[in-house]
């Protein structure tokens, strides 16, 4: 298939799925144009409510990202989450103490663009395929919460934060196993209105070759 004719199926699919117009139509969404939709509709949301997101929820998006596919199922992750306000005003002390201009953010409350959740993903310093694997189970988080309602956003920039010196007494209550480094932080919560943005993407990174 040519790349023009491949990238107008592709655009034309997102534009044809849809559950809120299967739903108007009174048809039933199907599983397919449920994935597709969570998919394509899930944004990074970088500001949230201040209620902590409900647990058994957690325990749901928790359990999806363990179901994420791992090399040889090594299951090279270990994810901490939380919601102590304490732990979260802590970390977000520190970080302003080492850069103070993060205050000056609009609505500014937290460190985890005002986050009241998160988790901590960690992978083993040495391994076959970790970060990797550590994507995935990311990724399969951030759709189960969107298919909740539940918002998230990665967070690459909290890592040197929480292997700062000041910040090691937060890092040691996460008992991460040892030979485990922090890969990254996922903020989760529930999203107030207009709290993320429409990046683009570049669709002509991937194409058939013949
Ligand atoms: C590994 C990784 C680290 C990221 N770190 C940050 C971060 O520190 N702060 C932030 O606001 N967004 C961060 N993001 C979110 C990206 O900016 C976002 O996914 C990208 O702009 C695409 O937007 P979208 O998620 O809304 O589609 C990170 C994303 C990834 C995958």
Redesign the pocket.
Known sequence: MKLAKFMAVLVGAAAMVGCAASEANNEVCSKEQAVVETIMT???V?NYTAEPVNREQMAKILECGIYAPSAMNMQPWAVRVVDAPDFIEGVTNIAVEQNPQLKEQEGFRNFF?NAPTVAFIACPVESYSGEYDC?LL?ENMMLAAWSMGVGS??????VPVMNSEAAKPYLERLQLPEGYKLQ?AIAFGYPEPNS????ERDLTKAYYVE
């Open positions: 899930r944004r990074s970088r663009r994507g990311s956003c990665c967070l690459g920039s909290v990254v993320t943005k429409e990046p």
